[in-house]
């Protein structure tokens, strides 16, 4: 692990040392932890946007739209 220095303002410093003691966790665990699931929804938003513009470039038709309709009927059947 590297160490780094981060620069919080009073009171995110000390929100984070509540939370770290409420979830059992030092300081730079929890910061860990937060940091990797921010960074996880950054990678799924990035995703859903690059779908988002396939969608754009190519909608779906009709034809495809009524084939997962019968699918999602027949999951939850």
Sequence with gaps: METIQVVL???LLQA????????K???SALVREALREHLHRL?????????R????????????SHLWE???AWLAE
């Design 9 to 11: 303002d009073k009171k």
């Design 16 to 23: 984070t040392d509540k939370a770290a003691r409420r979830t």
């Design 25 to 27: 966790l030092n300081r």
């Design 43 to 51: 990678e799924l938003q990035a995703k859903q946007e690059q779908d």
């Design 53 to 64: 513009q396939g969608y754009l470039r190519n909608p779906q038709t009709r034809d495809e």
């Design 70 to 72: 019968a699918e999602a």
